[in-house]
């Protein structure tokens, strides 16, 4: 196995961020300031309720238990975009001190560079977002006596054999992707908003009907020409699919949590999750229409099929209703409804194919950690 500089990064993070809950020392200490989780969590309510600020304040920051469950999902849904990420950069992005790990695929590199001249460089910056991301959040948890969240357990899947990729246990699967494409005409309704119950068609059907890769498998994938393209057209669509997501997700849970330092947090990082997506989507409308030669996947002309709806150079949220019908339509990220949001997430990126062959422990964990997430109230 290569152990290279990020792995022995983040497992010196996971060292450290392990110690505080394993030392009782300093859990009892912080519970004498009045810990905010699990059975001490009514009397940091009480000290609260009684205008006690200043007490409140130097317990640990005065999480609630419900900003910690938020943060902890987060914290797992940030280290599987990381590890999906990482992926993609090892095989098309750019590999060096900021994201190390692989060596490059070059005919995949070029096959994604027709969507853009840089493909590699956005694919680098994502990935180490993502990084950052997970490494930030479980640093704040451990910093409020809270435990970080820790997947290594769960890094079980093959990685690709290609040319370029490491030889490591991974998280998620990248290798048989049914991705939903409806992203992108949710954005171009007028009319309609997911939050209302609305349905939106997908703009590449056929990526919804099979289980397709979004990276070479081994070299044998890295022709013929149109079957290589197809899987970095999907990988394209992937990108945009991924981070729509983490656009939605942060609103809507910020509406859940109470401290104003963890609003802070989703209300920076969440933003980002945007800027990722805007970019995504301009990209995958420079996918070529094709259709794969090894098992039919078709990759319609865009700007030919679904009208303004799929127009490629539409990358912009259409106005649509929100919060009522009586309202004038807005520009707005869609969905943003609180209610299950967490396992929605979840959901989605099961739906996705990326747990394909994860373990039943794996999935009981993420579960529990999105209902945990779920069940948190603002002011709670
Ligand atoms: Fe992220
Ligand atoms: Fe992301």
């Known amino acids: 196995m290569e152990h290279n500089a990020q792995q022995a990064q983040k497992e010196k993070i996971m060292e450290h961020n392990a110690q505080p809950s394993k030392n009782p020392?300093?859990?009892?200490?912080?519970?004498?300031?009045?810990?905010?989780?699990?059975?001490?969590?009514?009397?940091?309510?009480?000290?609260?309720?009684?205008?006690?600020?200043?007490?409140?304040?130097?317990?640990?920051?005065g999480?609630?238990?419900?900003?910690?469950a938020i943060l902890r999902f987060l914290s797992a849904a940030e280290i599987l975009e990381t590890d999906l990420w990482q992926q993609y950069n090892e095989l098309g992005g750019i590999q060096d001190s900021e994201v190390p790990g692989g060596s490059g695929s070059a005919p995949y590199a070029a096959a994604l560079a027709v969507l853009d001249a840089d493909m590699s460089q956005y694919i680098h910056d994502n990935t180490e977002d993502e990084f950052t991301h997970f490494t930030f959040i479980n640093a704040y948890l451990v910093a409020k006596g809270a435990d970080p969240v820790n997947l290594d357990k769960f890094r079980t899947l093959p990685s690709s054999k290609a040319t370029g990729a490491q030889q490591i246990g991974r998280l998620t699967n990248l290798m048989q992707l049914s991705v939903d494409t409806s992203y992108w005409t949710k954005y171009r309704s007028?009319?309609?908003?997911?939050?209302?119950?609305?349905?939106?068609?997908p703009a590449v059907p056929g990526l919804l009907q099979g289980k397709f890769p979004a990276i070479p498998r081994d070299d044998t994938d890295l022709s013929p020409a149109d079957h290589l393209q197809a899987i970095a057209n999907t990988a394209g669509f992937h990108f945009a699919f991924i981070e729509q997501g983490g656009t939605s997700l942060y609103p809507s849970l910020a509406q859940r949590v109470t401290h104003h330092d963890v609003l802070r947090i989703l209300l920076s990082i969440g933003p980002t999750e945007t800027m990722h997506f805007q970019t995504w989507q301009d990209k995958a409308g420079n996918a070529p229409a094709l259709t794969d030669p090894t098992n039919g996947l078709v990759f319609p002309d865009l700007n030919a099929s679904g009208g303004e709806d799929t127009q490629t150079n539409l990358i912009m949220p259409e106005p649509t209703v929100f919060l009522s019908r009586k309202f004038p339509v807005c520009s707005i990220i869609r969905p943003t409804q609180t209610q299950g949001a967490a396992m929605g997430a979840l959901k989605a990126l099961t739906d996705d194919g990326l747990f394909i062959g994860q373990s039943p422990e794996f999935f009981a964990v993420l579960h529990d950690l999105a209902e945990a997430a779920d069940a948190a109230r603002h002011g709670g």
Do not use: C, Y
Not at 28 to 55: E, N, W
Not at 63 to 68: A, F, M, P, Q, V
Not at 190 to 201: I, S
């Open 63 to 68: 999480l609630t238990k419900g900003d910690i």
């Open 25 to 61: 020392t300093s859990r009892r200490s912080f519970l004498r300031k009045g810990l905010v989780v699990g059975g001490a969590g009514t009397i940091g309510a009480t000290l609260l309720a009684g205008g006690l600020p200043a007490f409140a304040e130097e317990r640990s920051g």
């Open 190 to 201: 007028r009319t309609k908003n997911p939050d209302f119950g609305d349905t939106f068609p």
